[in-house]
């Protein structure tokens, strides 16, 4: 769900089912159709994880990636030559090591996939010019960066990328950190707190801490969302549902900004362990095998 939207130059435009999707150059989506509800043929986007190896050891991390990790083979599934043109793909970055990404990447993008990605923010500052030629080449478009704590130093790379996009963490993100990040022309996205794998454990030592700082937000996000402190504040639907986002809005306004259930348009692939769900979060897993894209997408939205 996008608070502020600041539209650009159409990048692309193409039909999926009963409507148009129109993609803008500031990564801006917009759905139109003249039905009652949109009905897709096939995915907008997916959701992918391509490794569990990641060196930074976040405590609250839900998948439990640790430098011991593994790499999923990015080329073992048929489906990625299944893939529509013009739909997206996020990618976990991880410590941007993994040896088949360059060689991925290309492949997306001459199936005209849009790849985006997200890296903590201390792997994003160690690997900039990595980044920034992936981004050159258009092997990249949406550029995630997983907030850890404020510096000068992210502030000023984060403007070298108008796609960049600050993920912080309901629960995690303090009222210091807000208040650091604001007037910085920055595009924040808000993620809910994932209580399961290592986020388990943490809440339940840190608690009263995480809770404090979901209350800031629940008091705040409609000052921040009215605010021009942030170029754009959206969030993921487990977000929404923290911060009962919906109490804020009127019922035509919700079906204007809401993206939609997960499910519903997009769906997640976990390319290590093989299989795909409805979302990450999800304890219903299926086995990707020699599945299609479209084939994949069909058995998640009849759940």
């Known amino acids: 769900m ?3 939207e600041i539209k650009f130059f159409i990048m692309n435009i193409y039909k999926n089912g009963n409507y148009v999707v129109c993609i803008f150059e500031d990564g801006t989506k917009i759905r139109k159709t003249e039905e009652d509800d949109f009905h897709p043929d096939f995915s907008e986007s997916t959701d992918v994880k391509i490794t569990n190896k990641c060196s930074t050891g976040c405590k609250f991390c839900y998948e439990g990636s640790s430098s011991n990790g593994k790499h999923g083979d990015l080329f073992k599934y048929d489906f990625i030559n299944t893939l529509h043109p013009f739909t997206e793909m996020a990618l976990n970055g991880n410590d941007l090591d993994h040896p088949q ?12 996939v849009f790849a985006n990605m997200t890296f903590h923010q201390r792997q994003f500052l160690k690997n900039i010019d990595k980044i920034k030629d992936f981004v050159n080449r258009k092997l990249l478009y949406g550029i995630g960066v997983s907030y850890e704590k404020y510096s000068e130093e992210l502030i000023k790379e ?3 990328f108008p796609n960049a996009v600050l993920h912080v963490i309901c629960g995690i993100i303090t009222k210091e950190d807000i208040e650091n990040l ?4 920055i595009k924040l996205l808000i993620l809910g707190y994932k209580n399961i794998g290592r ?3 943490y809440l339940s030592n840190k608690s009263k801490i995480i809770n ?6 629940y008091d705040n996000i409609s000052e921040l969302t009215k605010s021009t402190a942030f170029k754009v504040i959206s969030f993921d639907n487990l977000a929404l549902s923290d911060l009962d986002l919906k109490r804020l809005f009127t019922p035509s306004q919700w079906d204007e900004f809401y993206m939609g259930d997960d499910g519903k348009f997009t769906f997640y692939i976990d390319m ?3 299989e795909f769900a409805k ?3 999800s304890t219903e897993r299926f086995k990707i095998d020699n599945k299609s894209i479209d084939e994949m997408f069909n058995i998640i939205r009849t759940l």
């Open 279 to 281: 979302n990450s979060l």
């Open 158 to 160: 984060l403007s070298e």
């Open 101 to 112: 990404l360059e060689k991925f990447l290309e492949f997306l993008k001459s199936k005209q």
């Open 272 to 274: 290590v362990k093989g």
């Open 182 to 185: 604001k007037n910085h022309n």
């Open 199 to 201: 986020g388990k454990k």
């Open 212 to 217: 404090k700082n979901k209350q800031y937000l």
């Open 2 to 4: 996008k608070i502020k």
